[in-house]
């Protein structure tokens, strides 16, 4: 999609408002319209090329918070390029958020003024159109602000999960009805950092990762509602991040910051099958910070992570101490690749990583894919989600955008 221009639609009812900008040499073009009524225009003069295409870019930043969204058609769409580009009304949301298995629907949490409240959002990928489902209303005291870390549909599609704090809960999209999951108060009942211990799931959503107070790791399964596996690590280093495998038949586990320690455990046995330091040839730069996004590949024959000051992802084969494989930076020797964020396709055919500038896609072992993906717009993408059958991509980082990409599935 151009950068030059940008057709956005309100798509609330009863009558859709449009609004198309575009860069004329130094000038922005600004013309709306709704149904048949008179067109609108209007126009700014600025200093350069340059200084119109960003007063473009912010004013479709500010018109998308509104409520405009960028939205076509996926039949139609060339793969790599997006159907859909919106924003929440507040702050944070395109750092948490998920996508519906089926591709038709967003959720996302936003944060009111301070974190002093949130909301969480459900988006039609089709028409853009949002309908808020949940508001978390502030407590009292700078210690009660209201910081959303994750939000994730559940198996069937009709609740979400969300970590609100050192708290799990689940919402029922049907009912509106919350219930506690797990719960802990950071440096109380538990050492988790609720900013990088955050709930998660296997491929299937059928298995649910949890952290709970006096340093438990749950894995609870979500059909019954019981727990098939209950870890006390509190005689490890601070537990830093985890994740199940996509078959949920594996939980990795990582502790520490500087040294990071990495444990991979059998999920329906309880036994620790490896536990090894991870090796980070790099120390002067990655390993500074450790591990901050875990998980394993399609095969589950490696673990895959992403750390230090954005860097990686860098794969480990499973019960191994050396390393397989790390996207390499373009341009420097002495560090990793850029990386926020990676998820692998459905299909293992694809590696999406989220940069500085936006996702791109790289084949399962991280060289450069042939499929391209158009500008997802969101800066620092901090998390990237296929649908189940990988048709589509949906992308969020720091300018405050969310962007759906349509791929071509894989067989």
Known sequence: MPTDEVLLTHPDPPAPRHLHLAVDGARLLRRSWRRTAKERHSSRDLANPQAARDALAREA?????????????????PPGEPVLRCAPPNSDGPQTFDLHPQGHTLAVASLHRGAYGADLHLIDVTTGRRRLVHTETPGSGPARQTFIHTVLFDADGTGLVYALNGETRHLDLTTGATRFLAAYEQFSTARFNPFCARPAQDATRQRLLLF?????VRVRATSTGDDVLVLHVADQ??????????????????YGVHDATVQLWHVDTGRLLHSTRFPFPFASTTGRTGISHLGFDPTERFLLAAGGFAEGPFALPIEGDTLAWAVADPHRTDRYGTCFSWQYSPHGDLLAIGGRLGATLHLPTGEPSPVTLAPSHTGRTHRIVFSADGTLLACGGDTGQLSVHHLTSQP
């Open 237 to 254: 280093p601070e537990c830093r991040a985890g994740a199940l495998s996509p078959s949920g038949r594996l939980l990795a586990l990582t």
């Open 61 to 77: 930043a500010a018109r998308m918070r509104e409520g405009f969204v960028f939205v076509r058609d996926s039949a139609g769409t």
């Open 212 to 216: 709970d107070a006096d340093d438990r």
